[in-house]
Structure formats: C-alpha cells, structure tokens
C-alpha cells in the first residue's frame, strides 16, 4: 500500500417508532433506520419530506413563515403547516424554491396573517415521516395528508372528511424567506387537469418551474384568484400571481389525489416526466416502489453493532448524503442552462444541479465514488457542460443558476478525485483540464487575477481573502495532480508553485495563517478568536488547518510535529469565553473546533500526521456521540446537501479522506463492530473493531488483510481491492 510521507505513527433519547426498540430492521429493510426528523430542530435546516434519490422533486410541508429556523421551510417548534410545496433545499441555510405549493382544507379556513395565508395546525404525535414517504394530520380540517415521489413527479392522497366542500388550493404566489414571484400561470386543461408555472428569483435569480397535474377525481368547481405579490423588498411589489381553488365532493369517503410532474424546461416536457414516471394514481405502488429504491442504496453499506439510536442516526445520516445534488433534466434529456437556453441533454448521461461544493467536495463527493461511480461520472459531464455554458465551473448551482455563493472553484477537487480513481473515461480528461484550468485563470472573478500575481489576495481589496487564498491553494494542487496523471508536466509545475501559496498567508511570529494587505504588512489586530470579514464562515484557529494539500508544509511552517500537536491541542481545548461573539455557524464547539462548520471536519484527523493516532482517536469518537443523535436536534450545524452526514458516515465506519485527491484515507476509530461497503466491482471492504464503544475506542493495533499498517492510513487500491480493516480496541 502507498501512504502519505510523513512520519510513522510511533440524548440519545427515542422520539417516534423509528427509534423505538429492537435488534435491527427485518430483513433488507434498512430505509426502516432512517429518521428524516433528525436534525429539523437546532442548526440542521433540513427537511422532513419525499424525495427519490438525487431526486429533483423534494415534496415536503411548509410552516408557511420565514426565518432561519424555517429556511428549509419546516421547523420542529413550529405548530403549523401552511402548504406542501415540491422543492426545497436540505440544510444549506440558504431560503429558496418552494414552488408548487397546495393546501387542502375544509370551510372555515383558517388564514393567518401576512405570508402565512391559509394554515392548519398539527401535532407530531401525527405525523410520520420516513425515507420515500410522510404523512400527517391537519388538525383544523381533520385531513390527512401522505406524500411520495419520484425524480421528477411528487403525488399526494387526502383523506378528507366526508363534505362537499373538501378544497385543495395551489398557491402560486406563495413566498417565504429569500424566494418571491415573478409570474405565474394556472390553466385548467379539463375537470381533472391543470397545467401552469411559477417564475421566481431569490438566492438563484432565475428560477422556471412548470408544472403538470391531474387530480384523481374531477373538481365540482375551481376559481383562479389573482393576487398582487407583497414582498417585503418593495421593489418586488405589484407583481401578478396566482392562487387556485379546485373543489371536491369527499361525502363518499374516498381520498383525493393529485399528481404533479415538475420541469425547468417547459410543461411538455412536465407532461412527459408525469407520462413515464408517474402515469397512475397508484400511491402505495410508488410508495413501495421507493422504499425498495432507498433500501437498494442504503444496502451499499451495512453496518453491525451500536445502539440502535446510533444506526439510525448512521442510515439517516447515509439517506441525507443521496438528497443532493438533484437531478435538473427532463426524462427527454433536455435541461435549462446556466445561459437560460434549453439543451438537449448528453446522450447516456443525466444531468444535475444544487452542488454545494465548498461543503460537499471535502465528503459527500469523495463517498460517491464508492456508492455512485455512475453518477460521479454524470455529475462530472455536468459540471463541463455548465462550464461550456458559462465560461466557468460551478461554484454553487442552484435550479441551473450560478448562485455564486460561498468561494474557490471546487468543482475542481471534484473531478480531479473522480479522473485520479479511474472513473472518467480517459477521452473526458483533456476537456476536464481545460475547463479546471480556464475556470482557476478567471483571472476577474473573486480576485483570481490578484492571487496569481501577489501570491495571495489581499486584505484590502476583497473580503474573505484568507480563506480565498487557501481555498485556491488547495484546487491549484488538484489541478496539478490531474496534470501529472495526464503527462502534462508545464500544467503540473504551474499548479504545483501556485499550491503553495498558503505560505504566503503564514505569519511565523503568531503561528497562524493572517489576512495580508496589498503593501505585504499583516492586517492590525489579528486575533485568532475573532470572526471578521477575512475569513469566511470562521476564525483563525479554524482555517489555521486549512492546508489538506501539504500538511507535511504545514508541519514545517509550525516548527516541527511537537508543535503542530500542542496547536491542535490547543484548538480543541480553547473553549469560547462568556463574552465571546460566535457567529450563527459557528455550532458544535469542542474548543474552537466548529463541527456544524465545514473548515473544521478534517481536523480531528491531522493528528494521525504527527504519530498520535491516538488523539485522533478520541476526539472522532468524541465528535460521533457528541454531535449527532436521533432526536430532532440530532445535527448541530448546517446539513449543507449531504456533508454533515458524509462525515459521519466516513468516520463511523473507521475512515476519511483529509485530502481527497491523495486517495488516501486517514483512520480513525469506528462507530460500529463492523462496517461492509459493497462495491461497484463486486467486492467487498470491512472494517472490524469488535468491542469498540465510547468506553474503549481506542486503537492499540491495526492490520490489512492480516498485515500491520504502518502508519495509520489506507488508499483507494486498498479499499477497492477489497478486504479487511481488522482494529483491535484496547481494553
């Protein structure tokens, strides 16, 4: 095996039936394990609804007010539900979509003030949510509400009580949080069908979402009301929407449904999606259909030991890492672009969007090539195809926009990772060195042009221009791998010098990375406590370790291993004072290490670089049984589309890439007794820790198929060669 060159290493109280007593799931039904309402509560931001895998439809209720709390549109505090809208955004804190929302309810109703409209209350003691499938009882009207879905179709079944005025409205105009209307339409085709569209900005600024539905009954009557648009932006005021009233006669006692197909492109092309994904009102077959869709994804890993709390918050954390990004096409292929044209689609490949990448790229996308190689390769063609579109690699898509949310060109890290393990097509790599190095020479976007000519970005001339400078770092050495891999030397020497440039950000007087101005002095006042507008989303401590590229340099600039160790010691035991100002993301504090943060996720593990495997031994488990949990409060940060989750689901199994694109993988310590990957070649990985528990987690020795690791590290060839981990826990 090939290891990195560094020196060798000398509440978890139960709430609903999903977390109620028991061995395991029965049989293969490990969707069984997953719990949607971990993390609703606290910082998580996720939601509880339906969605298929990768699916572009995420159909979930709505609280129906804005605020953080409710940025994913649902909260746990919260007693109301105002509507069930067909997209949403898990955990990214970013308040956007909710397009397609409908309300059923029964004469009075209930309408709240302002934004909240028309709205029940209910109680959790009726509602159930779990993977592929929600329900829950609308107090006011006595309605029960289920939802499923599809990639691209959502359906939903109320069982209304028996009345001739059961009324199901589909609110156009609805806005909470960032989101707002700028058009709508709503056209009743006949007495079961309607079709329109929604048009909307917000976080993306271009949002097109046509529609196809047909309810399962014919409406007795319908109105289409046309409402002014109040938005708190008043510029945005005065704008023409829509809200639809279709009503039905319930005194029979059958359900309602209504099946809605979703699409960017136009409504012919949501007439398809509904047409093959979704061309019955057979709502336990769809039902069941994508609970044996989840479990086929969730078997990919199958983990033995532990509480039952701690496998459900495993397979719920697994289910959230497969929630994004989402599938963006039409089952024709055809896609709205980054420059608002509609493509025709790659042949053999799907197209996607909502990468959040500065979170993702670190976890999630490193787990996918083991559970997703054929949607790696997709998402790959993806992201070159926006690049073509758009002179630049994603940042952070959103419903085929550029959001240009948070900073570095991670696209980057992404496919470097997927060409380096082999699962690109060598005829795709040369268009994948053209569009990384075309995107990292922008030389006008984020101050890309100042970086390569200081060798940094400076203070004074554009915000977060320490973390930008050690972002940037990090993806010219991933450029410079994908350049070795492909011969290209002149590309590798280029990238390779310009990796380096994290030192230049190193203040050797203080030990810490500093903010600089563009005369070369260090910003006055620096102090590593202090959140300010040069960092993004931290502090000083936090991306102190932002080096995954050369943490060996790193070593080095901290004055040798004895060093880089009381560093880290002191980062995990410089608890924040009374009188501290922490930042909304700053969640999941162990001293100034911020797990509900995403610069802090590989920290833990560095100390396996300086010989004390040990102590990254202790502060994973530490992390594990601290920070997750099957309660509603079960995440203590940002979701952030799957990274929260994939860090748990790495390090629960023994193992985490610090530096994706080495293809190499520190070790850790288990959450379980054992963990099986089952991988795309057929073969098998296990990691074996019998006996390890929060009491004994840690690891006195470590062996590979029978032979001792030297150093605490496996790679990519030694996980898909298939074997054992075998860690023997100290007693």
């Known amino acids: 095996m090939k290891i990195p060159n560094i020196l060798a290493f000398a509440f978890a109280a139960s709430f609903f039936a999903v977390s109620c007593s028991g061995s395991g799931p029965k049989g293969d039904d490990l969707a069984s394990l997953v719990n949607p309402l971990i993390g609703t509560d606290g910082p998580g931001n996720v939601y509880p609804g339906v969605s298929a895998p990768f699916g572009m ?33 898990d955990g990214t804190g970013a308040g956007d979509l909710y397009d397609i929302s409908y309300m059923p309810a029964v004469p009075p109703f209930k309408v709240g003030k302002g934004e909240l409209g028309v709205y029940s209350t209910f109680s959790h003691d009726n509602e159930t949510a779990q993977a592929g499938y929600y329900s829950v009882l609308l107090k006011d009207y006595d309605t029960k509400v289920e939802l499923v879905a599809t990639e691209r179709c959502g359906m939903q079944r109320y069982t209304f009580p028996e009345t001739g005025e059961a009324t199901v409205f589909l609110n156009l105009a609805k ?49 289409i009301d046309t409402v002014t648009s109040v938005h708190r932006d008043s510029i945005y005021n005065g704008i023409k929407s829509h809200i639809g009233r279709f009503v039905f006669d319930t005194r029979g006692g059958d359900p309602v449904l209504v099946r809605t ?82 493509h025709p689609g790659t042949p053999g490949s799907r197209n996607y969007s909502t990468f959040s990448l500065w979170d993702t790229y670190r976890a999630a996308h490193p787990l996918y090539t083991f559970m997703h190689p054929e949607r790696v390769r997709e998402m790959a063609v993806s992201m070159l195809n ?18 240009d949310m948070m900073i570095g060109y991670h696209s980057v890290p992404v496919l470097a990772e997927a060409a380096l393990k082999g699962l690109l097509p060598d005829s795709m ?73 994290y030192m230049n950000v190193f203040q050797p007087a203080s030990g810490f990375m500093q903010p600089r101005l563009s005369s070369g002095e260090w910003v006055p006042g620096f102090d590593p406590k202090e959140y300010t507008e040069h960092i993004t989303e931290s502090n000083g401590w936090q991306y102190l370790w932002a080096v995954p590229q050369d943490v060996e340099g790193l070593i080095r600039l901290m004055r040798g291993p004895a060093q880089f160790e009381k560093r880290l010691d002191e980062m995990f035991t410089l608890s924040p004072e009374a009188g501290d100002s922490l930042p909304i993301f700053s969640t999941g504090m162990i001293g100034q290490y911020a797990h509900g943060n995403e610069p802090s996720h590989h920290v833990a593990y560095l100390y396996n670089y300086v010989g004390k495997p040990e102590k990254t031994q202790k502060y994973v488990s530490e992390i594990m049984r601290t920070q997750y949990a099957n309660t509603p409060e079960g995440l203590c940060g940002n979701e952030d589309c799957g ?34 990957i089952r991988l795309p070649n057929g073969k098998t990985f296990t990691v074996r820790a019998p006996g390890v528990s929060a009491e004994h987690h840690l690891i006195e020795k470590m062996t590979l198929n029978g032979q001792p690791l030297g150093a605490p590290f496996i790679t990519w060839e030694d996980i898909m060669n298939g074997g054992v981990l075998e860690l023997t826990v100290k007693e």
Request: glycine share 6%.
């Open 57 to 89: 439809v995420q159909l979930s209720p709505d609280n129906g007010t804005s605020g953080w709390d409710r940025i994913a549109g649902y909260f746990w505090p919260d007693t109301t539900i105002a509507g069930f809208s067909h997209t949403h955004l």
């Open 175 to 223: 806005h909470m949080n960032w989101d707002y209307t700028m058009g709508s339409s709503i056209r009743v085709v006949d007495d079961r069908t309607i079709e329109g569209y929604r048009l909307s900005e917000g976080w993306a600024p271009d949002q097109r979402v046509y529609f196809v539905a047909q309810f399962s009954r014919p409406f007795t009557s319908y109105a």
């Open 261 to 342: 197909a979703i699409s960017a492109v136009d409504i012919a092309g949501a007439r398809k999606n509904l047409a093959q994904e979704m061309p019955k009102f057979d709502f336990d077959s769809v039902r069941t259909a994508q609970r044996a869709a989840w479990n086929a994804e969730l078997s990919k890993i199958r983990v033995k030991g532990g509480t039952r709390d701690e496998r459900v918050a495993f397979y719920t954390a697994l289910y959230r890492t497969m929630l994004a990004p989402t599938l963006f096409d039409d089952v024709d292929g055809r896609y709205f672009g980054p420059d608002k044209r509609i």
């Open 386 to 403: 926006f690049y073509d579109q758009h002179g630049m690699l994603p940042v952070w898509p959103l419903w085929g926009n550029e959001t």
């Open 429 to 501: 790599l040369n268009r994948v060195l053209v569009a990384c190095e075309g995107t990292a020479n922008r030389d006008d976007y984020h101050s890309i042009g100042l970086y390569k000519q200081m060798g940094y970005v400076p203070a004074d001339m554009d915000k977060e221009s320490l973390s930008k400078t050690l972002e940037y770092a990090y993806d010219d050495y991933c450029i410079a791998q994908l350049a070795r891999r492909m011969g290209r030397d002149s590309v590798y020497n280029v990238f390779m010098l310009r990796s380096k440039n």
């Open 643 to 676: 990274q929260m989750s994939a860090w748990y689901v790495f390090s629960a199994m023994g193992f985490y890439p610090v530096d994706p694109v080495s293809l190499n993988y520190a070790v850790g310590t288990p959450l379980f007794e054992e963990s099986v």
